[in-house]
């Protein structure tokens, strides 16, 4: 089975950049899709942006967009999150899951439909 392996959390202050990494232990098909999600304590897995391994569609949350990036290295099966104008309510431990087939909007967005987890980094934004 594909295992994923997120890197790249921190302690970063208000305003500041983050560039999260998700490493693939195996090639996925270009069917396939990559998410990232981030929970915060008490509160549900949230998500945040997702792409399809084709490069061919990115998606984000309404609380990242035009402020986080998401792309793809299909080379070294490594896809990557850029956070940018960071806020405190960013804070939470993020995390990668892949989507086998389907890799559409509405399916992304929902973190049941993912069949493979990483074991998350933390990201804390603070003065």
Same mark, same amino acid.
């Given at each position: 089975q594909v295992q994923l392996v997120e890197s790249g959390g921190g302690l970063v202050q208000p305003g500041g950049?983050?560039?999260?990494s998700c490493v693939a232990s195996e090639r996925t098909s270009r069917d396939d899709g990559m998410g990232w999600?981030?929970?915060?304590p008490g509160k549900e897995r949230e998500f945040v942006a997702a792409i399809r391994w084709s490069g061919a569609g990115t998606w984000y949350g309404d609380s990242v967009n035009g402020r986080?990036?998401?792309s793809r290295d299909?080379? =070294?099966n490594t896809v990557f999150l850029q956070m940018n104008?960071? =806020?405190p309510e960013d804070?939470?431990?993020?995390?990668c899951g892949l989507r086998l087939g389907r890799a559409i909007s509405a399916i992304l967005r929902d973190p049941s439909q993912y069949s493979v987890w990483g074991q998350g980094t933390q990201v804390t934004v603070s003065a």
């Open positions: 950049s983050l560039r999260l999600f981030r929970q915060a986080f990036v998401i299909s080379a =070294k104008s960071l =806020k804070t939470a431990v993020y995390y």
